[in-house]
């Protein structure tokens, strides 16, 4: 479950900080990115070297990265980067900072910042532990859903015997890995997810297209991969990276995403059709680059199949989600096109509004059933991913 997932790990000061290098081995291993950020007190027990050569990035400790040039490290980008949050060691100081909110260093910005899962693995003497304060501060903790990882009894820095020990790494990593297993809300689901433009030849040379770069898509297909599905993404020509855990098949025109998604549908569970495929192709492509010439020229075009249409009509058990671009009756003519596709949902996408439609990493959606509409707020794509997969959730 942690393949593929940013992990940004927060070493504080405690004697189990040197645990925190195997904590990453751990993580990578399991094949997640990782990123750390260290406290003053935590590099009285690992050094910043140990934790970047493992991590494979540069280790975070203060908001200035560079006096000269003014470079800082920007506390709310790294909290928006990370798919979970682990504080391991969090000391009894670290995990009272925790509770109150403090913002005063680079990594109490960071984690208020982080609306992601937090996992805080708390290593401390048995008297600190049992401490009223101490109890009552994870007590806070765990009722804002910050997950607390028990630490073990045992013998402790101090000679004394008790609870106070951290967690093991290879623990901690089977808790979060369980964690994310309980949410894997689409595991074991088959999504195909169809992004990008496709290209329609003119010629050798030249092709017909539009302005679709895919992100929509690929924004689809991490967040179904991310709820544990097993995803198939079908992606005409678009310059983005893979998500993780996606199947990726490449196409350009339209005929080769048909064959392609019809070979697939009987084994499917949920088709979501966010290509922008071209509706017409020249109707004869030249086999030779077309010669410029002085008169005008005009390319005759004929249909292409419509590939939601076709598989939406001999559906069976699969959810089928189609997109609607629409320039005017938006409503009305996406409403009308999910009926005539026999869609179990459309996704209509505004190009009127600012910040939404091809090209930007935001979008505002109106999601339309048979029995109901959603309008959603103009949000990020990753967000407006979320939307969808929680439609699709709620119809598996
Ligand atoms: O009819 P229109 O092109 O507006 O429909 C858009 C929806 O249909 C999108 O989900 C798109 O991926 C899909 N489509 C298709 N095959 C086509 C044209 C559009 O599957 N030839």
Sequence with gaps: MLSGKNVLLAVTGSIAAYKSAFLVREFIKS?????????????????????????????????????????????????????????APATANTISNLVSGKADSFFLSTFLSCNAPVFVAPAMDLDMFKNKSTQSNI?????????????????????????????????????????????????NLNILISAGPTYESIDP??????????????????EAQKRGANVQLVSGP?????????????????LEMKKEITKRFDKIDVLIMSAAVADYEPKNIASNKIKKQDQEISIQLKKTPDIL???????????????????????????KKMKRKNLDAI????????????????????????????????KTKDLVAIDILNFVEECV
């Design 205 to 222: 040379v030249r092709f017909i297209s539009n302005h679709s770069t895919g992100k929509m898509g690929y924004a689809l297909a991490n």
């Design 309 to 335: 249409k076709d598989l939406a009509k001999i559906k069976k058990k699969q959810i089928v989600i189609g997109f609607a671009l629409e320039t005017e009756n938006g409503i009305e003519n996406a409403y």
């Design 238 to 254: 678009v310059s983005l990276k893979t998500p993780e855990n996606v199947q990726r098949i490449d196409v350009k025109s339209t």
């Design 139 to 187: 007590q806070l903790l765990s009722k804002r859903s910050i997950n607390v990882i028990e630490p073990n009894e045992g013998e402790l820095a101090s000679g004394l015997e008790g609870k106070g020990r951290m967690e093991e790494p290879e623990e901690i990593v089977t808790y979060i890995n369980n964690y994310f297993l309980e949410k894997a809300t689409l595991k």
């Design 31 to 87: 094949g997640a990115f990782v990123k750390v950020i260290v406290t003053e007190a935590a590099l009285q027990f690992v050094t910043t070297v140990t934790l970047s050569t493992l991590s494979k990035n540069p280790v975070y400790k203060d908001f200035i990265k560079d006096e000269n040039t003014g470079e800082w490290n920007n506390h709310v980008d790294l909290g928006s980067w990370a798919d979970l949050m682990v504080i």
């Design 347 to 378: 996704i209509l996408n505004s190009l009127t509004d600012t910040g939404a439609g091809f090209g930007h990493d935001t979008n505002k959606v109106t999601l339309i059933t048979p029995s109901e509409k959603r309008e959603f707020e103009l």
